[in-house]
């Protein structure tokens, strides 16, 4: 099923089962439908089975948004008590549509206990008080924490799960992998179908590590040995040491529930010259969740760190949020420069991550899926390293391998079912009695239309509208109270995406740069501009990283 045809289904209101392969595209085609309901005046709940996959999300856990917390029963008295808290029934009663992202990590038992209190305070018998509900994840990756030795259960083998009943849509396009070979491989140890020669094409991939160099992550399964290389690391840099202390506000239990989800420490200790990863996406400033890099200096004024990625990109991170929102409010965040360590990673914190290259030691797999979430995480046969390895990696878990087959049947019957509806007219006439029954507007809102607010603007918006007036990076500066390098970032990343022209970023420019362009163009065309390391060593001091940069969005045009 595409990305589209799956859109189409869930703005019908139909309980949905979003999964497919990792970089499927399912974190997309959520955003997607959660920007739609927003056009309509419809606020989704949002959760997720964990506090990492919740804080990707700006939402809340589903024990927090349910008030379940950290029970693991609940009897009649908890329920009632839980239901009876104001601001838990409150968001209940208001949720229309609920999404639980990674729901392979919610245990079944969870799953029912969250649906007992929904039930109990909407007053209904139906599952989730019937509201629209969508689930979102891959059994095939890291499965449910089971507690005090106890084994827990799937989500899908809840009656929970079964009285929901929901669409599978299963995705089929790959945004992420684009080597067929590794693709077969891949496939074959999720079917558990896996024979040695697919072993082979990753054996071969072997390494003791040396050759690799610093700049490759290391997948580790155990957090004892991440902590232990990263430390080592960062501590043999003779480079000083910068730190960078996590602020926050709003509610302090959901502060510290952003706290334990977020990929960025609290305090982010940084060196020249130190092996980072991003920790959130942002496609505008040029990095994403799992973007490699190393620390080349610090900012002046600023002092935030600036990086070059693997593939040339010279980047000034500044802070950013991590928040919980509900119905459109933010009700806590925490800000903090959204970078770690990267010398070494847990498989379990590389969940979600698209990764251009690592090196994993699978030698310690414990757990079903692992292996699998491990190699997914990279584009390429080309950029995985095998620092250790075991048949236990291999291994998906049995009670999902038996139901892949039935989802992915049921997914291709519901497409053509949906085909079917959009032909005869039905689909649309669902569409637009589930927005009424949400209390939707049917005409989309947008901004500018009365009571609906325009999105607050980015950094770079705010740049870009001064920068269209004319102004200098100098007075843009001045004016946003930022650096000159600040600014400049912003210009790089607006012309890179083409919402600044060559034309525009050249009036902006100081004169003393464009009077020396003559000059920067000849070493450019000696040493090139993919890195600026070189220009800088052929010019000395005259000029600044910021001043370089500039000159190359100019060179050639």
């Not at 024990?63 to 104001?86: C, F, P, R, V």
């Not at 070979?181 to 697919?198: N, T, Y």
């Not at 092996?275 to 600023?302: P, S, W």
């Not at 000034?316 to 459109?328: K, M, Q, S, Y």
Request: net charge negative; with cysteine; glycine share 8%.
């Amino acid at each position: 099923m595409t990305q589209s045809e799956a859109l189409e289904i869930l703005k019908t209101g139909a309980n949905v089962f979003l999964t497919g392969e990792p970089g499927s595209g399912k974190t997309h085609t959520v955003n997607s439908y959660v920007a739609w309901l927003r056009s309509h005046d419809i606020e989704p709940a949002i959760t997720a089975s964990t506090g990492i996959a919740a804080t990707h999300i700006s939402g809340l856990t589903i024990h927090s948004w349910s008030g379940i917390g950290i029970n693991e029963h609940l009897s009649e008295q908890m329920l009632d008590l839980i239901a009876n808290k104001e601001h838990v029934a409150r968001r209940i009663q208001k949720a229309k549509v609920l999404i639980i992202d990674e729901v392979s990590m919610l245990s079944g038992e969870v799953f029912e206990m969250a649906d007992r209190v929904v039930r109990e305070v909407k007053r209904s018998d139906t599952p989730f008080g019937g509201m629209q509900v969508v689930l979102v994840g891959d059994f095939f990756q890291l499965p449910p924490v089971a507690k005090r030795g106890n084994q827990a259960s799937f989500a899908f083998e809840s009656p929970t799960w079964r009285g929901l009943n929901p669409i599978p849509c299963y995705l089929t396009e790959q945004h992420r992998q684009d080597d067929k070979k590794f693709l077969e491989v891949l496939g074959a140890i999720r079917s558990g179908k896996w024979e040695a020669g697919h072993v082979s094409y990753i054996t071969a991939r072997e390494s003791d590590g040396e050759e690799l160099g610093d700049e490759i992550p290391r997948l580790f399964t155990h957090n004892a040995d991440v902590d232990r290389i990263n430390l080592d690391k960062l501590g043999a840099l003779k480079s000083d040491q910068r730190t960078y202390r996590m602020t926050s506000a709003g509610a302090p239990t959901l502060i510290e529930g952003l706290k334990r989800g977020c990929l960025s420490p609290e305090i982010l200790q940084l060196k020249k010259d130190a092996i980072v990863m991003c920790t959130k996406n942002n496609a505008l400033a040029g990095y994403a969740n799992g973007t490699l890099a190393v620390v080349t200096g610090f900012e002046r004024g600023t002092d935030y760190p600036i990086v070059e990625t693997r593939d040339g990109q010279e980047l000034t991170i500044e802070p950013v949020d991590w928040a919980v929102e509900e119905n459109g409010k933010v009700r806590a965040k925490i800000t903090q420069v959204p970078l770690r360590l990267a010398w070494a990673i847990t498989v379990h914190k590389s969940q979600g991550m698209s990764m251009d290259a690592a090196a994993m030691d699978l030698s310690k797999a414990f757990e079903y899926g692992q292996g699998y979430v491990a190699l997914s995480r990279v584009r390429s046969l080309a950029g995985l390293h095998i620092l250790g390895w075991s048949e236990q990696a291999l291994q998906v878990h049995p009670a999902v391998a038996s139901v892949d087959a039935e989802l992915r049947e049921a997914s291709e019957e519901a497409a053509r079912a949906f085909d079917a509806l959009n032909e005869g007219g039905d689909r649309a006439l669902m569409e637009r009695n589930f927005i009424l029954a949400c209390g939707g507007t049917l005409e989309t809102k947008k901004p500018g239309v009365p009571g609906v607010k325009a999105p607050k603007r980015s950094t770079y918006d705010e740049t870009l509208v001064l920068a269209a007036e004319g102004k200098s990076i100098e007075s843009i500066a001045t004016a946003r109270a930022l650096t000159f390098g600040t600014i400049t970032d912003h210009v790089e990343k607006l012309a890179k995406s083409g919402r600044l022209s060559v034309e525009e970023v050249r009036a902006i420019t100081p004169p003393r740069i464009i009077n020396a362009l003559p000059d920067l163009f000849e070493v450019f065309k000696m040493v090139g501009t993919e890195k600026l390391s070189p220009a800088m060593s052929k010019l000395g001091t005259e000029y600044s990283y910021d001043d370089l940069r500039l000159a190359r969005i100019l060179f050639g045009n």
